[in-house]
């Protein structure tokens, strides 16, 4: 029955209530809206990231990274056929990385290039799927090349574009080759796409003078992306001598996303809540001071002090659990609406994809933190309902029904 | 025999540092079974000397006892179960739960005694036929008549089968012919399961009905009459 009186009470002023719920309902759906487009955005970044650039996990010798030494290659088609063996394991691809100079017609720069195997490449990789002018490798019989459009755009480079490769091999004479451009792709990563370019691994094993079946890497996707840490332990056991690293080691700065998303969300949620609190125990302490009669007349009857508090918060916790529950419902339709449609920020698209992101963001529902958020929710009305409860306590009955 | 017994009440307020003496050494002793008007004029202390027997307010000196009890001495969680069980309310201002029905009223007394919801039921029932309105089981007080709002509380009252009732100024708000009304059922409450009524009023139709009429003037006992 005190469940009863206490949401009965609640529309004892409808308007006042409905002005309390109006505010939740607003704060929550901002709150929620932000978060699921937060999310949606980060994880399409962590996501591109991944797929495009790093590949679930990497192996190469330890110290290649740092010295990008091109004499740090390591028998690889024996590795790449027992890691295939893994049920784990999607596809495994060993790649050449060599720092070189390109140079067009017009210019010059420096760039990070890749040799892979066309056909495995792409199946751990997805920049196959982001050309938008020709094709992965065909189309150009005699060393071909797949560069960024960023680099296309500085380097004035069209299809069939010819253009200079010059780098250190294996010896540490400088050498090189002319390429032409098969394919241009873009991704969301200006950065990216300005810094790297595919070429046949056979071609660059040549110039480079490293034996066949030997990589400087190998680009592994897995089955389920939650698995990865564990297969990189799993990997880890029989590459022996090898640096194993999954897609945190390689790009912490994707890792940090998630965790700092997180960290984010809830503290931007509080944040909202916190102010909404204020109002809740504003409007409960006027319902408390409205009601000294009446809780005089409820403690004279028989009803227990703790019952008064209990009746108090339940008030309040409704209050708040009816306004944030439709708040969180409507950020959630608007989540599901907005996620297959998309949120178009092309006005910023230059300076997202400098950063990495992309223009069009697609928020993303989470379960764990939508119910965290309720969580939330629930916590503020009990706590906004402890002060105005404290209040009811204290009142003398005697005095409590003297009172107008 | 007495079920209830007052020492040497004393009450007084501070009000702006100036103390106020609502009582002034209060003796009385109440029989189960009592049909008792308090009379005085306003601020002679009558609501003081019920809220002290009520357990609501706490004397400055002197002692009540009920049933052996002495209610005084009792923590505030104490009086509170002891008010449940014992002591019903009848108050000037009806009080009910505006939230709540007219059954569901009486029922959450009883409900608050851990009274099963089928026994409360009946219970609720029996008590709005005794009051004569078990056609209005289902209406909140605002939408009752003053004088059947007050049927109400005095059923909500007996709802917890209490040893006495007090009442405070119960007819005040009410025309003649519901308080005449009121005050037969109260008596025929009172013979029939000889609850003690005591009841602080300044209302004649009241105090003709009474079986015993106490006078209070400047917080003491003038006069105590029995008929």
């Not at chain 1, 640096?243 to 912490?252: G, L």
């Not at chain 1, 939330?376 to 209040?391: H, M, R």
């Amino acid at each position: 029955m005190i469940l009863k009186i206490a949401w009965r009470n609640i529309w004892r002023n409808p308007l006042r209530s409905w002005i309390v719920i109006a505010a939740l309902i607003v704060g929550m759906y901002a709150g929620v809206f932000t978060t699921t487009f937060m999310y949606g955005w980060m994880m399409q970044r962590l996501k591109s990231g991944i797929e495009t650039e790093t590949s679930h996990i990497q192996i190469q010798k330890p110290g290649f990274k740092l010295a990008e030494d091109v004499n740090l290659f390591f028998e690889s088609d024996t590795l790449i056929r027992d890691l295939e063996r893994q049920g784990d394991i999607v596809c495994a691809s060993g790649r050449l990385v060599v720092s070189a100079m390109v140079a067009s017609a017009e210019k010059a720069v420096g760039i990070q290039v890749l040799g892979v195997d066309a056909g495995k490449d792409s199946l751990v990789v997805d920049v196959s799927e982001k050309l938008v002018e020709g094709a992965w490798f065909s189309g150009v019989k005699r060393h071909p090349v797949v560069v960024g459009q960023e680099l296309a755009k500085e380097l004035k480079l069209k299809l069939r574009s010819k253009l200079i490769v010059r780098f250190q091999d294996c010896n540490g004479d400088f050498t090189g080759g002319a390429f032409r451009v098969a394919g241009i792709f873009k991704t969301n990563n200006t950065g990216f796409d300005g810094g790297n370019m595919f070429v046949r691994d056979a071609d660059l094993q040549k110039l480079l003078l490293i034996p066949k079946g030997m990589s400087h890497q190998i680009v592994i996707r897995c089955t389920d992306p939650t698995r990865v840490d564990i297969v990189r332990n799993s990997i880890e056991q029989f590459a022996k001598g090898l640096r194993v690293e999954s897609w945190r080691e390689i790009s912490p700065e994707l890792g940090y996303i998630t965790e700092t998303m997180n960290a984010y969300m809830y503290v931007f949620v509080m944040i909202i809540l916190m102010a909404l609190g204020f109002g809740v125990v504003n409007t409960m302490l006027m319902v408390v001071m409205e009601r000294v009669h009446e809780i005089g007349m409820l403690m004279a009857i028989g009803m227990k002090r703790h019952q008064i508090f209990q009746m108090i918060v339940y008030e309040t916790s409704m209050l708040a659990l009816v306004g944030g529950l439709i708040g969180v419902a409507a950020g959630i339709i608007t989540t599901h609406w907005t996620g297959k449609s998309g949120i178009n920020l092309s006005m910023w698209a230059e300076g997202l994809a400098e950063m990495g992101y992309d223009s069009i963001i697609y928020p993303q529902y989470n379960f764990q933190m939508v119910s965290g958020v309720v969580g939330l929710v629930l916590f503020t009305g009990l706590v906004a309902s402890v002060y105005p409860a404290i209040k009811a306590l204290k009142l003398n009955p005697s005095q409590a029904l003297q009172s107008v | 025999m007495s079920i209830i017994r007052i020492k040497n009440l004393h009450k007084v307020y501070s009000q702006k540092q100036i103390p106020v003496k609502a009582l002034n050494g209060v003796d009385l002793t109440f029989d189960e079974g009592e049909f008792t008007a308090l009379v005085a004029p306003s601020g002679a202390g009558k609501t003081t000397f019920l809220n002290l027997l009520g357990g609501l307010d706490l004397p400055t000196e002197g002692s009540v006892e009920i049933g052996g009890v002495r209610i005084d001495q009792l923590s505030s969680a104490e009086k509170t179960k002891f008010r449940l069980t014992n002591i019903g309310f009848v108050f000037q201002a009806y009080n009910l739960i505006p939230v709540l029905t007219a059954s569901e009223n009486i029922e959450f007394i009883m409900e608050l005694q851990g009274i099963s919801k089928r026994e409360r039921a009946v219970r609720s029932r029996e008590l709005l036929e005794a009051v004569g309105i078990p056609d209005k089981a289902n209406v909140r007080p605002l939408q009752l008549s003053g004088g059947q709002q007050q049927r109400v509380a005095v059923a909500r009252a007996l709802a917890s089968k209490p040893k006495f009732v007090l009442a405070d100024e119960p007819t005040a708000n009410l025309d003649s012919k519901s308080t005449e009304n009121l005050l037969d059922i109260m008596l025929q409450l009172n013979k029939k399961e000889n609850i003690t009524f005591i009841f602080a009023t300044h209302d004649a139709r009241v105090v003709k009905m009474a079986r015993r009429v106490i006078t209070f003037e400047d917080g003491k006992v003038i006069n105590d009459e029995v008929r």
